[in-house]
């Protein structure tokens, strides 16, 4: 009998660490670890500036400065994965940009690539961010 139900305890352990792959990632726990302060630092380092995340809705986070523009207005990122996200075209009513990017799984540091026009034509950028503050 102890054989069994030690059998049993092992199984229900077993079967209950599984993980289903298909189950939706936490999205307000991502939301969570993204918001804070970012420096934001332009392909080949040539610009540094910080920027700000913070939620936005159900499935999006807005950051603030992108591009050290200080405008009032946010850029919103949709998060596609507790690694990804995407940026869908939007007007910020100085710049229109559009990209996606990726998230190092402890979010400390997220890498986009983007293109954006403002005003001298379209261009295609890399940024990367990487946390200093909650």
């Not at 660490?17 to 993204?34: E, I, Y």
């Not at 405008?71 to 990209?99: M, R």
């Amino acid at each position: 009998m102890k054989k069994v139900f030690l059998f049993l305890v092992v199984v229900f352990v077993l079967v209950g660490s599984c993980k289903d792959t298909n189950d939706p990632f936490d999205v307000l726990a991502a939301q969570r670890h993204m918001t804070g302060t970012w420096e934001c630092t332009e392909e080949e380092g040539e610009k540094s500036y910080q920027i700000t995340l913070s939620a936005d809705g159900m499935m999006n986070v807005a950051i603030e400065n992108l591009f050290d523009m200080k405008s009032t207005q946010s850029v919103v990122a949709n998060l596609l994965s507790e690694t990804s996200l995407l940026i869908p075209t939007q007007e910020t009513g100085i710049f229109s940009v559009e990209g996606t990017g990726t998230i190092s799984q402890a979010y400390k540091k997220m890498i986009l690539d983007l293109n954006y026009t403002d005003g001298s034509g379209t261009k295609q950028i890399s940024v990367t961010f990487n946390k200093i503050t909650e």
